[in-house]
């Protein structure tokens, strides 16, 4: 692996289906260990590292402000934890007033306790939110009593540590996804100009179908006389801790920029540009991303370039965890909130039990394969293996890049990417296990200010 490469990756200006990346968002906040006994008093398991610099009234407000949320019962405190779910849904739909439609919005959840980024243009809605439970799930359904998105996909997923956002962005954006050179110019509204999407199980039996040896093996295969071409429109980062067996890592680390079956030459191999060379009209291209709209975006503009057989994976991978658990999925899928990471058992749901799918089972032999020369699961310092397939943010509050590091070189760099970060002045400090850091804010407006 070359690591110069690796380590000029940044995550602050990209994102697909998100707007700032992974970013400013740091994990759960310790502070949700937190703990309450019966006389009401707040205390920390043992060995969880806080702020001393925090007063401890600031702190007491935020844990009452936070999930665990304090019910009090006939006088005496008693601790219920309140579910808390991330809520995604998209669609392209003519929307005339989409200021209107932003108004209405805000007015539905004025009283409700909701995060996250609810984008809205004339092309349609996207939006991931967190929230608990009930208000997660009334905005969803409220929002499908709107015959224009009855049928819309709302896909959900747990967050065990309250808010996966740290507040609610609702507002009308020229860009439902980021994209160089934005996407009003883009035919979203019309379904012929979209790939074609496939539910999970017909997505499943496809891969099957394909010559998994052939997908296994190395680079030439992505070119010359293929029928079917398995393409990863996501970042390389999020390529790095999961995605389906056989895709190669995308060149790229932003989304935004992507000029896949943009080359010159396209006659010619090239590294950066798994299209290069394709047969636009023999060759089944399938194309994957989390949720599905950056897919849904990219395959316009690859039809206006000639390619004809167009397959997206329907709500993205998200959804076939949810409806095929992990079968041909290898490691966790990359999300742009606070949780960053989530192991194919998140989606583990009733009916797949049932099927008696294995759910988070990894076949070792492939990730022997996975593993072999490539920047899966490695550390980007030391390029060994990790344990916890999960990014975490340079320690550094300036420099805040998002990169995968093995417990060994955190402890040694104090959670930097690098030891120049190890001499910045504002040094978020590393948390126990797998906790990240409090959410960004807190650092700039408390802990670092003076
Ligand atoms: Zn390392
Ligand atoms: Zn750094």
């Known amino acids: 692996m070359h690591l110069s490469s690796v380590m000029a990756m940044r995550a602050t200006s990209c994102g697909g289906n998100v707007h700032r990346g992974a970013f400013l968002f740091a994990a759960p906040p310790p502070i949700s260990t937190h703990r309450q006994n019966k006389k009401g008093a707040f205390f920390a398991p043992k060995n969880l590292s806080l702020f001393p610099s925090l007063n401890w009234e600031k702190r007491r407000s935020r844990i009452i402000g936070c999930c665990p949320r304090v019910h009090r019962v006939e006088g005496e405190a008693i601790e219920e934890l309140e579910e808390f779910l991330v809520v995604s849904f998209y669609k392209f739909v003519l929307i005339k007033d989409p200021e209107a439609e932003v108004s209405k919005h805000q007015a539905f959840l004025e009283e409700r306790d909701i995060h996250g980024r609810i984008y809205v243009n004339e092309q349609g809605i996207n939006a991931q939110y967190s929230g608990p439970r009930k208000d997660a799930l009334a905005y969803a ?44 110019h883009l035919p979203l509204l019309d379904p012929s100009m979209r790939a074609t999407p496939l539910p999970p199980s017909e997505w499943r039996k496809r ?11 190395e680079k030439e295969n992505f070119v010359h006389n293929r029928k079917f071409l398995l393409l990863d429109v996501r970042n390389g980062y999020e390529w790095d801790i999961g995605h389906f067996k056989g895709a190669h890592r995308p060149n790229v680390d932003c989304f935004r920029g992507t000029s896949f079956g943009f080359s010159a030459q396209e ?38 370039r000639g390619f004809q057989n167009l397959y997206t994976l329907s709500g993205g991978v998200s959804n076939y965890l949810q409806s095929e658990g992990s079968d041909k999925w290898i490691g966790n899928l990359f999300v742009f909130d606070s949780r960053l990471s989530l192991p194919p058992s998140t989606y583990k749901s009733e009916e797949n039990e049932e099927k008696g799918l294995e759910i988070g089972y990894q076949n070792e032999q492939i990730l022997e394969m996975v593993y072999h020369n490539s920047t899966f699961a490695r550390c980007y310092i030391c390029s060994s293996r990790l344990v916890e397939f999960r990014h975490r943010n340079c320690a550094n509050l300036d420099c805040n890049r998002l990169f995968l590091c093995c417990t060994n070189c955190v402890q040694e760099l104090r959670g930097c990417c690098c030891s120049d970060c190890t001499n910045s002045s504002r040094l978020r400090p590393v948390l126990q296990g797998s906790q990240r850091y409090q959410k960004w804010h807190v650092y700039r407006d408390e802990v670092f200010r003076q």
């Open 267 to 304: 006659n010619q191999v090239s590294d950066s540009d798994p299209l290069a060379g394709i047969d636009k009209e023999n060759t089944d291209i399938l194309m994957y991303c989390t949720g599905g709209i950056r897919c849904d975006v990219y395959s316009t503009i690859l039809r206006q």
């Open 207 to 217: 891969l099957e179908v394909a010559n998994e040896d052939d997908m296994q093996s």
């Open 141 to 184: 359904k409220w929002l499908k009593d709107d015959h224009k998105f009855t049928d819309i996909l709302v896909q959900t997923s747990p967050s065990l540590n309250g808010h996966a956002f740290p507040r609610l962005k609702l507002r009308y954006k020229p860009s439902l996804v980021q994209f160089e050179g934005g996407t009003l």
